[in-house]
Each structure stands twice: as C-alpha cells, then as structure tokens.
C-alpha cells in the first residue's frame, strides 16, 4: 500500500530554515508527481509546492517563491522541501501527497511553527 512519512519539522526563529523530508513507499516512486500541502488551524490545506517524477518541473505557491524550494531523490524515494527565510505565517502542519492511480494519498504530516 502506498506511505508516505513526513519529517524534518518543528520549532525555529524566523528568518530561519528546515528541510522537510518524505519518504514513499508502495507505488513506483519516479513514474509519481510529488507535492507538498500546508494546512494552518482554521484554514484551508493550500499547495505549497509540486514536482514532476523526474524533478524537470516544479511550482510554487506565491507565498513561498524564492523560498522554498522543492526537490526529490528517486533513488531514495524520497521528496524534499527546503524551506529559508520563514514567516511565522508558514506555521503550519506540512503534508506530503501524491496522486496514484486516480487515488489521492497523504502522509501523517509534520507541525512547522515559527515564532521567536
């Protein structure tokens, strides 16, 4: 079955950076479009960013151009969010998604907050 594990958030200052981390499992990874999802408390979930299966496109919401940048490692199943320069308004749980056979699956998330 298709799993996907979030990691790499927690607490930082902003002006600060995290990487976030997703692992996938249970479908073939480098044939799959990745994205990542934030979803604030009261809040719709709003795309973050999105890749293509070999990485030659990416997109980004506006909030997060020049940024955050997206990226992935096929050989490792794994897809990236590295995010400089944060707000506290990028506080958010983190989610990561991929779209597999007309099936959208999420991962569990992973809070980001930003606060001094």
């Known amino acids: 079955q298709v799993q996907l594990v979030e990691s790499g958030g927690g607490l930082v200052q902003p002006g600060g950076s995290l990487r976030l981390s997703c692992a996938a499992s249970?479908?073939?990874?480098?044939?799959?479009?990745m994205t990542w999802y934030r979803q604030n408390s009261g809040k719709e979930r709003e795309l973050v960013a999105n890749?293509?299966?070999?990485?030659?496109?990416?997109n980004y919401a506006d909030s997060v151009k020049g940024r955050f940048t997206i990226s992935r490692d096929n050989a490792k199943n794994t897809v990236y969010l590295q995010m400089n320069s944060l707000k506290p308004e990028d506080t958010a749980v983190y989610y990561c998604?991929?779209?597999?056979?007309?099936?959208?699956?999420w991962g569990q998330g992973t809070q980001v907050t930003v606060s001094s």
């Open positions: 998604n991929v779209r597999w056979r007309s099936i959208s699956h």
């Open positions: 249970g479908f073939t990874f480098s044939h799959a479009d």
């Open positions: 890749i293509t299966s070999w990485g030659a496109y990416t």
